[in-house]
């Protein structure tokens, strides 16, 4: 199975702040890498799919770029409603797997 | 308004059966390949199991082939996830998520509790 490692798993940051989210495969994805927001105690949020499209109704400061074994999601200027948990999953092949996940704190 | 409701969560014992229902709205459930997803409790979201969108080729974690089922009405535009010989590794938050034309899971139900515990 293809193994998503997240790094970092926490971080803290403030409003106005750039942070960048890391994805890491285990082996080639090609571009079949999604994002999700996920808040306490609702359902994940699909943000970016194909590595680098934006899903209709998401904010432009989320961004996501990579391909291969390595991926990012950036957010330009984080608000105060994007402190949350991110996921990434990919789509290569079966068993579909999510990293970890990175908890977004305020500092 | 696009939504999926999942229901049939609970408590059950070690051993035991249960059945999640996923009823389908606002979209066109018959050509959407759907997937359950599951959280256990503090900790990070799990893929478990994928349905086509006739309900001909179904796909299965390790972790749970052989026990769990999926399946799907299309005429009812509801999914199901049969969960057997259930273990206390199984307690979770069980999700419905369906799969756009993009590889994605775009559509998340809210989620249902499912405790297996003595």
């Known amino acids: 199975a293809i193994q998503l490692t997240q790094s970092p798993s926490s971080l803290s940051a403030s409003v106005g702040d750039r942070v960048t989210i890391t994805c890491r495969a285990s082996?080639?994805?090609?571009?079949?890498l999604a994002w999700y927001q996920q808040k306490p105690g609702k359902a994940p949020n699909l943000l970016i799919y194909d590595a680098s499209n934006l899903e209709s109704g998401v904010p432009s400061r989320f961004s996501g770029s990579g391909s291969g074994t390595i991926f990012t999601l950036t957010v330009s200027s984080l608000q105060p409603e994007d402190f949350a948990t991110y996921y990434c999953q990919h789509f290569h092949s079966f068993p579909l797997t999510f990293g970890g996940g990175t908890k977004l704190e305020i500092k | 308004e696009v939504q999926l409701v999942e229901s049939g969560g609970g408590l059950v014992r070690p051993g035991g059966s249960l059945r999640l229902s996923c009823a389908a709205s606002g979209f066109t459930f018959s050509t959407h390949w759907m997937h359950w997803v599951r959280q256990a409790p503090g900790k990070g979201l799990v893929w478990v199991s994928r349905?086509?969108?006739?309900?001909?080729?179904?796909v299965y974690a390790d972790s749970v082939r052989g026990r769990f089922t999926i399946s799907r009405d299309n005429a009812k535009n509801t999914l199901y996830l049969q969960m057997n010989s259930l273990r206390a590794e199984d307690t979770a938050v069980y999700y419905c998520?369906?799969?756009?034309?993009?590889?994605?899971?775009?559509?998340w139900g809210l989620g249902t509790m499912v405790t297996v515990s003595s």
């Open positions: 998520a369906g799969e756009g034309t993009n590889d994605a899971l775009n559509i």
């Open positions: 082996q080639g994805i090609g571009s079949s």
């Open positions: 349905i086509n969108s006739d309900g001909n080729t179904v």
